[in-house]
């Protein structure tokens, strides 16, 4: 079905788990809007969790280089390649998870389920996306390009974790924390111990906050067979997510004490470890609304540990 032949109401109606007011719901054209909501351009959370790990990566690197703060290109190169590929992966999710998501109330409404979207106009909106993120890619170094291309196995085999393991989380974390790796290999065209500390850490902080995220579909996931660890860990979900998020703060700390930064650096690292701790205490088992905030505000969790790398690393060049 085409979008332009669409009731104007299916069109209007918002996804129930982007916020209000957005971008997409209040300036986009009407034809766009299926498109952008497959992008999830509606909901940017989901590109700042896939951006931060970048930019954690490349203040780390610039730091230890004592080459001053990282240069603005590069970060923006990375937010341009984070909304592209974010847009991409969850294209192609939507695509592979088309029936399952008629299943899932919060799901229901999503451009493909509902006919706004054809999945094969999904697959070419989904390979232009690529081709974004492939031109941004290219901007690095040939080690850079290589491990971004690495990343693609996890994106490929997401889709299908939920209906054979109930740790479909972890393989979002191994293809979400990637970042955690690029913006070091950009920077010094290898790698080395402490970025593998923030792969950890953000795999972990990834899985965490998935799990979080999921509590919203937990009726809806038993009824339609879909696995999460919120499913699994039930109701020890709480105390799972402070586990994860432990290991977070844990690997992360140990890229900060094993590059010898200093006190810029730690101080984001402790404000990152008590926006996370509040997150654990303000979590209810089976509170929708309440998770959803919870798993937005990761956003300012990340940006509190990069705003301490950052500063570091301009001290360090002081």
Aim: aromatic share 12%; proline share 5%.
């Amino acid at each position: 079905m085409n979008a332009q032949t669409l009731d104007a109401r299916t069109l209007d109606a918002p996804v129930p788990d982007a916020p209000r007011g957005n971008i997409v719901d209040t300036y986009a054209p009407p034809s766009w809007r299926p498109y952008l909501r497959l992008a999830r351009i509606d909901r940017p959370i989901g590109w700042w969790l896939l951006l931060l790990p970048c930019w954690w990566s490349a203040a780390l690197a610039s730091a230890v280089d004592r080459s001053g703060p990282p240069g603005i290109a590069d970060l923006a190169l990375f937010w341009i390649g984070a909304v592209a590929m974010r847009g991409a992966g969850s294209t192609y999710n939507d695509i592979v998870d088309r029936d399952l998501d008629r299943q899932v109330e919060r799901t229901r409404g999503r451009p493909i389920p509902s006919g706004q979207v054809s999945a094969r106009q999904a697959a070419v909106f989904l390979a232009a996306q690529c081709l974004v993120g492939l031109a941004v890619l290219l901007c690095f170094n040939g080690f850079a390009i290589v491990a971004g291309f690495a990343s693609l196995g996890f994106v490929a085999i997401y889709p299908f974790m939920k209906r054979i393991t109930s740790w479909p989380q972890a393989v979002l974390g191994l293809a979400f924390a990637w970042g955690g790796l690029m913006g070091w290999a950009a920077h010094f065209g290898s790698l080395a111990w402490p970025p593998v500390f923030l792969y950890v850490a953000a795999i972990a902080w990834t899985m965490g906050y998935d799990t979080v995220y999921a509590i919203q579909d937990l009726e809806d996931d038993v009824l339609a067979g879909i696995r999460s660890t919120a499913r699994m860990f039930g109701a020890h979900a709480r105390e799972a997510v402070g586990a994860l998020y432990l290991i977070a703060i844990v690997a992360a700390g140990a890229a900060v004490i094993g590059t010898h930064l200093g006190p810029m650096a730690h101080l984001g690292l402790l404000a990152f470890a008590a926006h996370l701790l509040w997150q654990v205490r303000t979590l209810r088992k089976a509170d929708g609304a309440v998770a959803l905030r919870l798993f937005r505000s990761n956003r300012d969790a990340g940006l509190l540990f990069f705003a301490g790398l950052v500063l570091e690393a301009v001290l360090r060049t002081a």
